[in-house]
């Protein structure tokens, strides 16, 4: 009996986070990357950049096909420049995956253009955490529209 029970134990832990599943809660890697996009959504890029290392390596179509070094200075202008193209610019988070270090996110970013034109783009990134601040962030998007 006190063999099934530690077993039962176990299996019960074994289960809550799962390679390539859903993530629980639980998993520590989840705080800063959910702070990032609260901070995104309030538009304070410092307190966003804040999430990153001090240097991060980033991958985004918007700076470029290869990964970059971006200090969070650099963080933080790149965002206050994409406020000003859009000032209501806010993403809305759709699932969050993970297994250990790495954090997968697939969100929605929507915004309204200085014409009036309200847009939608699906987004995809993968984070990379190390010591509770992110150290690498890929984010994958089509931008060709």
């Not at 309030?42 to 999430?51: E, G, I, K, N, P």
């Amino acid at each position: 009996m006190k063999n099934c029970l530690y077993l039962l134990l176990v299996l019960s832990f074994a289960g809550c986070v799962q390679p390539g599943g859903k993530i629980s809660l639980a998993n520590a890697n989840t705080v800063v990357v959910k702070e990032l996009f609260d901070a995104f959504n309030d538009h304070d890029w410092t307190r966003m950049a804040a999430c990153y290392k001090d240097t991060a390596t980033f991958l985004d179509p918007s700076l470029g096909l290869e990964p970059v070094q971006h200090t969070r200075a650099a963080t933080i202008k790149k965002y206050q420049e994409l406020q000003q193209m859009f000032p209501d610019v806010q993403d809305e988070v759709v699932n969050m995956y993970g297994d250990k270090n790495h954090i997968t996110v697939e969100f929605v970013s929507f915004g309204t253009g200085a014409d009036g034109k309200k847009w939608k783009l699906p987004m995809c990134t993968v984070f990379t955490v190390e010591d509770g601040k992110i150290v690498k962030d890929n984010t994958y998007y089509d931008n060709s529209h």
